[in-house]
Structures are given as structure tokens and as C-alpha cells.
């Protein structure tokens, strides 16, 4: 009968060594815990599954109050993991479902910002423009350029070249520079490059100088990154002067190139003898 | 004294047979079990959540293995665990429905970004 007593007090006493908490069970218990902390509340503080948290705390309580079998306790373990597993789904599922509700919201957003920064867009390329159109009207007048109906004509006197001579003087290849930074500015428009001589001389002669100090021009002016295929040229010779050849002064202003713009973007600049 | 093993036995049995006359079989549970198994089937967990389905269900069978032995103390923690199983399987299928149609989103709104910006081409058809 000894034997059967002490069976009898040796299953109640495992049974009680087995519901003392051990420092196993506590690192156990505070690993969930930790897990659960980590859930309670997103990075800006919102709670996104307050009930499912606060469930697997509930269920985390039991285990640290346990009072039971070993077996029991193991269950607890279980069931406390699953409801921490359950809490996380549902904290992503609702942080997901925010991002798909606040979408429309952000969609208008980028909308705003792009059309914000389109109309910034638009306002500076219109300043930029009526930047440029001062800009021309400037160098317009640098150049004393005029307005007429066959376009913009700008006149390089006879103090660009030597009498006689059809080479540029190194003086007035600045000036030539300054018009075709001018011309690379308007790219579309076309150049009549035209050559006057005063009356001294033959025909001939001052016809062939007329058209060599032209193409002299034209040949700065590509050297300068004028497009060549945008330019004419042509030799008038001593005809259409803008003096009297009678004096030296007259002499001085008819010997000269006009650089003729066109109006129109691609537009040819006509010819003085188809205007009149 | 001789001992007999009876006398070991005798207890054991003893303890086991009281447990077992007083426990109700968990109908009620195992009801429930297996409604949330289904349930966890229909939202289509088999697809989103498979390893947890199956977990819910090997429980369930577990259990119904052991109710009908009328093993009913075993049943319980069985049910429970099949249970809480199945609304894990269920909550990860909704999270992940979720998740997907987030990710979408997000892709859209990144196009949507990319096309809106000054001086993009514009091909698709989203300021309706």
C-alpha cells in the first residue's frame, strides 16, 4: 500500500512542478509580448487592428496567469502565436486597404502638381519669349537695321571694305560676327546678301565687284555658322544708289552690302527688280 | 510487499476514467470547426494561405478522429487549434486580396506620376 500513497503524492507533485514558470517560459513569453508591442500601433502611431491586438494580448495574459498542465500551456502557446499571426494580417490588411482609399486622393495630387508646374513652365517660356523679342528689337537697332516690305535690311558701308578691294577689313569682321550671332538666333529665315559699287569704274567691273564683296559677306558669315543654303546673293553694280556720286561722300555711302531678312520664316527675300 | 502492477496501473486509470465520464463531447466546436474550414475554403485560402489551410484542416480530422473514439479532452484542444487555423487562413487570403490591389494601385499612381510630368508624352488615357 506504501507504494500506491506514494504514486498517489508523486502525480500531484509532477503535476505542480509542471505549472511553475520557468526562465524558459518567461524568454518565451516575453518574446511574444515584444511581438505584440510591435504590432499595437503603426509608425505614425495609428492602431490598425485594435481588436485582433488586443486579442492576442488577452490571449498572451492567460499564458503569463497560467495555471495548468505542461500540455496545456503548449496549447496556449499556440493558440497566443496564431492570434499574433491573425493581429498581423489584419494591421496589413488595413494598411493596405488605406492605400487604396487614399489613391483618388493622390491621384488628384500628382494631377495639381504637374498642371502647378506645367503653368510655371508656360509662364517662363512667355517670359523667355518676350525676352527674345526685346532682345531682337535691341540688336536691331545695334545694327541699324531698317523695316521695309521686302523684310529687315541691314547696311554694312564701304568702310568695310578697301576701295577696289573685296576682302573684309579685320574690323568689320566683328561687325559681320554680331549679324550672324543675329541671323543663328532666327534660323528659318532666309539672307539676300546684295553688293553696290559708286559710279567710278566700268560697268563690268564694278558689276564683278559688287558681287565679289557680297559673296565676301556670305562667306564670313557661313564661316561664322550661317547655313550657306540660307543665303543669296547678288551684284547690283553702281545701279539703285542711296547718294549723289558727285562728291566723295555720296561716293562713300553707294559703295556698300545690304543684308536683306525675310519677313516670313523660309520665305525667299525678293528681288529688287521684281518690286518695282 | 510485492508490488503488482495494478497497483501502478490502478491510479492512471483511475485519473483517465473521471476525466473521461465527466466531459461533454464538443459538438458545438467541432461545428464550428468545421464551418470555418469551409468558410476559410471559400474565400479562397487554397490559393493565399495553403500551408495554414491545411493545418486547419489535419486538426479538424484529428479531431473528428478522436471524437468518434469519444477521446472528447483530445477533441477540444484539436478543434481549437483547427479553429484558430482556419481564421488565420482567412485573415492572411483577405490581407493578401489587399495587399495586391494596394500594389496595383501604387503602380498606376507611379505611371500616372511619370506621365504627368512637365513635358512627358502622353499616351495613356488617365486624366478622365
Redesign the interface.
Given at each position: 500500500?506504501?507504494?500506491?500513497t506514494a504514486?498517489?503524492i508523486m502525480?500531484p507533485m509532477l503535476w505542480l512542478a509542471g505549472c511553475a514558470t520557468t526562465p524558459n517560459q518567461n524568454s518565451r513569453i516575453n518574446e511574444l509580448q515584444q511581438q505584440i508591442n510591435e504590432l499595437d500601433s503603426g509608425p505614425d502611431g495609428k492602431q490598425y487592428a485594435p481588436i485582433?491586438v488586443r486579442e492576442a494580448q488577452e490571449s498572451l495574459d492567460k499564458l503569463k496567469n497560467f495555471k495548468g498542465k505542461d500540455e496545456?500551456y503548449e496549447?496556449q502557446v499556440?493558440?497566443t502565436e496564431?492570434?499574433i499571426?491573425?493581429a498581423r494580417?489584419?494591421v496589413?490588411?488595413?494598411?493596405?486597404?488605406e492605400?487604396?482609399a487614399t489613391?483618388e486622393l493622390?491621384?488628384k495630387d500628382?494631377?495639381l502638381?504637374?498642371a502647378q508646374?506645367?503653368s510655371a513652365?508656360a509662364r517662363n517660356l512667355a517670359a523667355t519669349m518676350a525676352g527674345r523679342a526685346q532682345e531682337l528689337e535691341r540688336q536691331v537697332t545695334d545694327l541699324q537695321a531698317e523695316e521695309t516690305e521686302r523684310g529687315l535690311v541691314l547696311t554694312l558701308g564701304a568702310v568695310l571694305f578697301e576701295t577696289s578691294k573685296a576682302n573684309l577689313q579685320s574690323g568689320a569682321q566683328r561687325t559681320v560676327q554680331k549679324v550672324a550671332d543675329f541671323l543663328n538666333q532666327y534660323p528659318e529665315r532666309n539672307i539676300l546678301i546684295e553688293g553696290f559699287t559708286d559710279s567710278q569704274g566700268g560697268d563690268d567691273y564694278n558689276h564683278q565687284l559688287s558681287e565679289d564683296r557680297a559673296k565676301a559677306v556670305r562667306d564670313e558669315l557661313v564661316k561664322n555658322g550661317v547655313d550657306a543654303g540660307r543665303i543669296d546673293i547678288h551684284g547690283y553694280g553702281e545701279q539703285y544708289p542711296v547718294a549723289s556720286n558727285d562728291n566723295a561722300a555720296g561716293r562713300q555711302q553707294n559703295r556698300r552690302v545690304e543684308i536683306v531678312i525675310s519677313k516670313e520664316n523660309g520665305a525667299d527675300v525678293s528681288d529688287r527688280t521684281s518690286m518695282r | 510487499?510485492k508490488?503488482h502492477p495494478f497497483?501502478?496501473i490502478?491510479?492512471a486509470v483511475l485519473?483517465l476514467a473521471s476525466a473521461c465520464s465527466t466531459v461533454q463531447p464538443p459538438t458545438t466546436l467541432l461545428t464550428q470547426a468545421q464551418e470555418r474550414v469551409r468558410q476559410a475554403e471559400s474565400v479562397g485560402a487554397e490559393e493565399s494561405a495553403p500551408l495554414v489551410l491545411r493545418e486547419a484542416q489535419q486538426y479538424l480530422s484529428e479531431a473528428e478522429k478522436s471524437m468518434q473514439k469519444e477521446h472528447f479532452e483530445e477533441a477540444r484542444?484539436l478543434l481549437?487549434?483547427s479553429l484558430?487555423?482556419s481564421?488565420?487562413a482567412i485573415?492572411?487570403t483577405?490581407?493578401q486580396k489587399?495587399?495586391k490591389?494596394?500594389e496595383e494601385?501604387?503602380k498606376?499612381?507611379d505611371l500616372?506620376?511619370r506621365e504627368?510630368?512637365?513635358g512627358a508624352n502622353r499616351t495613356s488615357n488617365l486624366?478622365q
Open positions: 500500500m506504501k507504494i500506491l504514486v498517489c502525480i485582433a496545456q496549447h499556440f493558440l496564431k492570434r499571426e491573425i494580417e489584419m496589413t490588411q488595413k494598411q493596405a486597404e492605400t487604396v489613391a493622390r491621384r500628382i494631377l502638381d504637374a508646374q506645367e513652365q | 510487499m508490488i497497483h501502478l490502478a491510479p485519473v484542444p481549437e487549434k484558430i487555423s481564421e488565420l485573415a492572411r483577405g490581407s489587399a495587399q490591389a494596394a494601385i501604387e498606376n499612381l500616372l506620376r504627368a510630368a512637365p486624366y
